[in-house]
């Protein structure tokens, strides 16, 4: 049993930099729809549903896929981002399906009162969640610092999306801004992680035999 799951981390920690990249397209969508919104005053807001949360619901799958190389390193960081991130997941997914099922006329489109719960569970992923695996990164040597930084940036939009909107202050231009980061933010991610090597992988000795 402990085996299948490590084998499940590997594969998700193998997989960690194309999750992002692909959740990277899909916010790149949701930027589009967003500018498309601002700069046309043409709404796609059933594709803008769907787009975003789940460009941000894989973003913590990959989230999760950097557990397995820190959680040696930085054990309590490392297990307090993964339950983080397992709530934002768990969250923005659900936000894809009633938003899928709203767009079926399955669901109301008018929000349950327990939705608020799940607001507040998206909202300790994408700060506590990026936070606590940013710092874990930048403090062990596993990865490259510049993943650590890039990490507090998807927090930081996140953290100016909810201040301008609670203070009333949210045009669709600040939108499409904040979503083209976002967007950009995340295959930032992706691409450093598909480029760069673990300390794992530098250590593994090369096997070339040099001839003299």
């Not at 594709?47 to 975003?52: L, M, R, T, Y």
């Not at 990959?62 to 993964?82: F, H």
């Not at 909810?162 to 669709?172: D, E, Y």
């Not at 992706?190 to 794992?200: A, E, K, P, V």
């Amino acid at each position: 049993m402990g085996r299948d799951i490590r084998r499940q981390w590997k594969v998700l920690e193998r997989w960690c930099p194309m999750v992002f990249l692909f959740a990277g397209t899909l916010l790149v969508g949701y930027a589009t729809f967003n500018g498309i919104h601002a700069f046309t005053g043409i709404e796609y807001e059933s594709a803008e549903n769907v787009f975003g949360p789940g460009g941000f619901a894989l973003g913590f799958l990959g989230l999760l896929g950097l557990y397995p190389a820190l959680r040696d390193r930085s054990p309590k960081l490392a297990r307090v981002g993964a339950i983080c991130a397992v709530l934002g997941a768990v969250a923005f997914s659900v936000f894809v399906v009633a938003n899928l099922g709203e767009i079926a006329g399955l669901i109301s489109p008018d929000p349950p009162a327990w939705a608020v719960v799940f607001l507040a569970m998206a909202a300790i992923g994408m700060i506590s969640g990026y936070l606590t695996f940013a710092v874990a990164v930048v403090r062990s040597d596993v990865h490259s610092r510049m993943l650590g930084l890039l990490l507090l940036v998807p927090l930081a939009i996140f953290a100016t999306m909810l201040t301008t909107s609670r203070v009333g202050f949210f045009p669709q231009e600040l939108a499409f801004a904040i979503s083209s980061g976002q967007a950009l933010a995340y295959l930032a991610i992706g691409y450093i992680l598909r480029t760069g090597r673990t300390r794992t992988e530098r250590e593994i000795p090369s096997n070339d035999v040099i001839v003299s």
